[in-house]
């Protein structure tokens, strides 16, 4: 089969890593999978890739969330303005952008419907957003999810039904031997000695970072060498409340910010790094209430790293009791007592001895191979040549920005 996969950037958020995943892992069943991205910067993925990439024409947009969802649609539906641009097997979106090019695609009958993989369901307070996200999500063909909660949410907040393909992590990249780049990498970020704590995804609502500094303050009266790693985490405009009150909190506490500080903040991390910044770190600190996966969790645990998750799904439909440490979100005493037992040498050395089991049950083939029966019911069979909408009726969208 001939497989377009379709996502929203090229950078290294949880669903381009999926996407980019999956399409080598088809490559490697046999068939042809393409991944595509809308590239404004024209540098492509943020990683090379063993499958075939195509780095869709965009510019850059300033302005509202609202007005670069609408013109990153448009820029899916100028790539796919033609039959011959068209010609795939099965179409199938990582992203509300590429789901709402679909879908249009799918209206004006230039394609045969679509796919969609749906990685969270975001909490949005402008009506046309929340407008695309819905359009993405009930115009697929056949819907996908990434965790069981995710299908729960899709079916009462949607009545959508969803399959559950999961996630998968690369034991090959990912794995607890030292690599060359370790040791220049804690020089860069000024570790010493530790315990080095690691939290991903920046100053984030979703992420709980207040809980996570809240709690490393406390844990480190008691441990003053402890060193908190915040990776990745462009800032956005949505969450600059957010991310005063994490500062706030930093300075209440005294703990400075910046390479060899009590908190190093690293903004966006190159990909080839994150390997060695689980293996540096002592521990992953992921308290997010808001996760569809957690990719991240099993890149630190394949790594070797503990882990520190909600005490909830999607981490409990992964995760055996005994492979984390559990706690509830916001509990910043329970997390920091959870960071300190993370130092345990026995329970560490328990939970080091996770990541081979992991590896070996979450390989990307097995979650590719879950994706290929339905692949197949949508590949189309031979029909009679239908007209093709035009007008309004091929955008089936009742409001759409000037700039899109």
């Given at each position: ?12 958020s ?6 980019l ?24 993925f ?20 609202a007005?670069l ?24 979106a990582?992203?509300?952008?590429s789901?709402?090019?679909?879908a ?5 009958r ?26 993405a ?5 056949r ?6 909660v995710?299908?729960a949410a899709?079916a ?8 559950v393909?999961?996630?998968?992590v690369?034991g090959?990249?990912?794995g ?6 370790d ?20 100053f ?9 500094l809240?709690?490393?303050a ?11 790693v915040?990776?990745?985490g ?13 500062c706030?909190a ?14 190093v903040?690293t903004?966006?991390?190159a990909q ?9 770190a002592?521990?992953?600190?992921f308290p ?6 957690g990719?991240?969790v ?5 790594c ?5 998750v ?5 981490f409990s ?16 005493g329970?997390l ?9 040498p ?16 979450h390989?990307?083939e097995?979650c590719?191979?879950?994706?290929l ?10 029909a009679a ?7 309004s ?6 409001r759409?920005p000037?700039?899109?």
């Amino acid at each position: 089969m001939r497989i377009a996969i379709l996502t929203h950037a090229t950078d290294p958020s949880g669903g381009v890593v999926h996407a980019l995943a999956l399409g080598e892992a088809l490559c490697a069943l046999g068939h042809e999978a393409v991944v595509h991205a809308p590239d404004p910067t024209g540098r492509g993925f943020f990683r090379d890739a063993a499958c075939p990439v195509t780095s869709v024409t965009a510019k850059p947009v300033t302005g509202s969330a609202a007005a670069l969802v609408g013109a990153r649609i448009a820029d899916y539906l100028a790539h796919f303005s033609t039959p011959a641009a068209c010609d795939f097997d099965v179409f199938h979106a990582q992203c509300s952008i590429s789901g709402n090019a679909l879908a249009t695609l799918s209206r004006r009958r230039l394609i045969h419907g679509f796919v969609r993989t749906v990685h969270a369901v975001e909490p949005v307070t402008d009506p046309l957003l929340a407008q695309w996200q819905e359009r993405a999500i009930v115009h697929a063909e056949r819907l996908l999810c990434v965790s069981g909660v995710l299908a729960a949410a899709l079916a009462r907040d949607y009545g959508a039904q969803a399959e559950v393909v999961g996630n998968g992590v690369d034991g090959t990249v990912y794995g607890p031997e030292p690599g060359p780049g370790d040791a220049g990498l804690r020089r860069r970020l000024g570790l010493g000695a530790g315990p080095v704590f690691l939290s991903i995804g920046g100053f984030a609502p979703r992420k709980s970072t207040l809980a996570t500094l809240e709690a490393f303050a406390q844990l480190r009266r008691d441990v003053p060498a402890a060193q908190l790693v915040v990776a990745g985490g462009a800032a956005q405009d949505d969450h600059a409340g957010y991310e005063a009150r994490c500062c706030a909190a930093l300075e209440r506490e005294g703990l400075d910010v910046g390479p060899g500080r009590p908190v190093v903040r690293t903004g966006p991390v190159a990909q080839t790094d994150m390997p060695g910044l689980y293996r540096l770190a002592d521990t992953l600190v992921f308290p997010s209430g808001a996760a569809g996966y957690g990719l991240c969790v099993l890149e630190a645990i394949a790594c070797g790293t503990p882990a520190i998750v909600p005490a909830r799904p999607p981490f409990s439909e992964y995760l055996a009791p005994s492979q984390a440490l559990w706690v509830e979100p916001h509990d910043t005493g329970a997390l920091a007592l959870a960071m300190r037992a993370s130092l345990e040498p026995a329970r560490r050395a328990r939970l080091r001895n996770v990541g081979c089991d992991l590896v070996r049950t979450h390989a990307w083939e097995a979650c590719a191979a879950r994706h290929l029966p339905i692949y197949a019911a949508l590949v189309p069979g031979p029909a009679a040549a239908g007209p093709f909408a035009t007008g309004s009726a091929a955008w089936n969208i009742t409001r759409m920005p000037p700039d899109a």
